[in-house]
């Protein structure tokens, strides 16, 4: 549903459970993220991918030099590849697990979850896969060995196995393919997954996904059994012969004889599965839990979410002035106006209608996004569940949006608040005789406002005291809301917190500092303070407050539930002395070839091209 005030408005959704810029810096930078399943930040991997895999919590890539590199949510073991053991061949992830072979033919293997290391007997190997808590290998001699969780025989292969070609590990099944072609498969069984067809041709190649398995007949033609909801078992009836197939959760991902891609499947209720446009020929695939893969012939890589995702920012989502995020999606805006998005689209709240720009300010929060165009009109699309995207029609011009969890705030030019969506606890009745506005934001079930004098007025749900605004507080500048928690930022560069506190969300930390931002999710606060830093505090159950070691300055700081992203300060005075010299070639140079300070083209590596950038602003 799209949605808009022709008159002006700034009205509606966005930058859920927090506050929102009105305006913004203008000046671009590269977005940084962290926190729930995304906003991730991938390294630079270049044009030298072999192989590509993920599970739940990341993604994992074979280079053509035999190392691996990862991204995903910071701490999980499966991340954590091992540096000693040279170089690899073969990688394959599963869950919570990887499984890798070497050079010399020997498996290593690390994650969480039952024995994610092979037995030491193991041997010298040819393949290797992995499950959500097992792990398998096809030996030298083409004998399979099998090992981690064997809680539905997964891990117990057939003593009358013999001699196989391929195998493919399931969430909880094993497949391997035997030396005639035909399939073998054993372990969990509630959905036929391991089931043979007994009229399955001979077959070459076989993949397994979450209780469904998948094999390629001699012929090129894929056959599926097991679960099929959302479609995963049944592959397009005019599919061409293929050469390779991967799946993983509820999709499938096949590449055909002609280097084109073929999905099928769906998520959970969503949208089916979808194959970006001018990806071009590819040579290779691979299937994450999160994401698919695609090789291109120049060893590039190219991927992109399944119905549950962990959220990057793309090589090409490029530098912002602003972001608004969402449930798993990120609006960005440009300098010139012009948005782009990266997401989940379910609502349509990643596909931005041409009248949302040129744009000001924008915003978004569950399934919903919403944009201020230059002239003042608010135009928003995705979700209306709550008719949080009903901009009312006779909204005067406004300056600022923001959305809780299901209503939207309007700040208008006159200071004015308008309030539409849910009001099931009030939070869409602006009190009578309300005095004019220059700030305010939506939280869960209330509404905070920063009057024109400087004193905070809460209204709506006050079940943990988020309406009930300190009468200490004194004069503030801005304000945000959390989902039952608020805060405020004072005059002095101050912050407080009132509200929830069993996550310590209003705990602020005493040596925080004067701050010129402030934002709240569902159970953290966090600070934009004056040199740039950005202070967490609260919840930490999605690393929200482990700001990314590579952000630097930040020029601006957003939230979501329990996501957070900001803008990296472009600028090259690396030591923030105020002047681009000496001691910052010298930063440059002790990061060389690495990340972080000193990355100022945002490339994902400091090389000659930020030496450019430095001595281009040499003595500013």
């Known amino acids: 549903m799209i949605q808009h005030a022709i008159g002006g408005a700034l009205a509606v959704t966005v930058l859920t459970i927090v506050t929102c810029a009105s305006a913004g810096p203008q000046t671009e930078g590269s977005p940084v993220g962290w926190g729930y399943h995304g906003f991730r930040n991938i390294e630079n991997v270049g044009n030298n991918i072999a192989a590509a895999t993920g599970g739940q919590n990341g993604t994992l890539v074979l280079k053509t030099d035999g190392t691996i590199a990862a991204w995903g949510q910071a701490g999980s073991l499966q991340l954590d590849i091992p540096t000693t053991l040279g170089r690899f061949v073969q990688i394959d992830a599963g869950k919570f697990r990887c499984v890798a072979l070497r050079a010399n033919g020997l498996v290593a293997g690390w994650g969480s979850g039952s024995s994610p290391s092979p037995p030491a007997s193991l041997g010298v190997c040819t393949k290797v896969a992995s499950g959500d808590a097992h792990s398998m290998a096809l030996k030298e001699s083409g004998l399979v060995a099998c090992w981690g969780s064997n809680l539905y025989g997964q891990t117990s292969v057939p003593p009358d196995l013999g001699v196989c070609t391929d195998i493919a590990a399931g969430d909880f099944h094993s497949v391997a393919l035997t030396i005639d072609g035909a399939v073998r498969c054993w372990g969990h069984n509630t959905y036929g997954q ?22 390629i007949s001699r012929s090129g033609q894929v056959f599926c ?47 089916p599965c979808q194959i970006p446009d001018n990806i071009g020929p590819v040579i290779a695939i691979g299937a994450g839990y999160e994401h698919y893969y695609a090789i291109r012939p120049d060893h590039s890589l190219v991927y992109w979410p399944t119905y549950s995702i962990q959220l990057t920012f793309p090589f090409d989502f490029g530098a912002c002035t602003q972001l608004a995020l969402g449930d798993i999606f990120v609006i960005g805006l440009k300098a010139n106006g012009s948005l ?38 608010v135009v928003c699309w995705g979700n ?70 400087g004193a905070v007025q809460c209204w709506g749900s006050n079940a943990d005291g988020q309406c009930t605004v ?24 101050s912050v407080r917190c009132w509200g929830q506190n069993q996550f310590d969300q209003c705990t602020v930390p005493a040596n925080l500092g004067p701050c010129v931002d402030v934002v709240a999710g569902t159970s953290f606060s966090a600070a934009l303070t004056v040199n740039g830093t950005v202070r967490v505090w609260g919840s930490n159950v999605q690393n929200q407050k482990t700001v990314p070691s590579t952000l630097g300055r930040a020029l601006s700081l957003v939230a979501w539930e329990h996501s957070l992203g900001a803008i990296r300060d472009p600028t090259p005075d690396l030591n923030y002395d105020g002047l681009v010299n000496g001691a910052d070639l010298s930063l440059l140079l002790a990061n060389w070839l690495g990340s972080g300070p000193g990355d100022l083209d945002t490339d994902g590596i400091v090389d000659g091209s930020d030496l450019g950038v430095l001595l281009g602003f040499w003595g500013e």
């Open 384 to 453: 209306n569940q709550f008719g949080q995207a009903n901009v009312p029609p006779d909204l005067p011009i406004c300056t600022k949006v923001s959305v809780g969890n299901s209503h939207t705030v309007a700040l208008g030019i006159d200071g004015t608040i308008h309030c539409w969506g849910s009001n099931t606890s009030g939070q869409c009745t602006v009190p009578p005789g309300l005095v004019p506005c220059i700030d305010m934001s939506g939280g869960g079930k209330h509404t905070m406002v920063l009057r024109h004098d």
């Open 470 to 493: 300190p009468l200490d507080l004194g004069t503030c500048v801005a304000v945000a809301a959390g989902t039952n928690h608020s805060v405020a930022l004072k005059s002095d560069g």
């Open 225 to 271: 059994w097991g679960i099929n909801s959302y479609g995963a078992s049944t592959p397009p009836a005019d599919m061409p012969p293929v050469v390779a197939v991967a799946a993983k959760n509820y999709r499938n991902l096949a590449l055909d004889v002609n280097g084109n891609l073929i999905c099928w499947g769906s998520g959970e209720g969503l949208e």
């Open 194 to 215: 391991i089931d043979v067809p007994p009229d399955l041709p001979p077959c070459i190649a076989v993949a397994a996904g979450n209780r469904r398995t998948v094999a």
């Open 340 to 377: 782009v998005a990266y997401g989940w689209n379910h609502h349509g709240q990643s596909t931005p209608p041409p009248e949302a720009s040129p744009a000001s300010s924008i915003a978004a929060n569950e399934g919903i996004a919403a944009a201020v165009t230059l002239d003042g009109c």
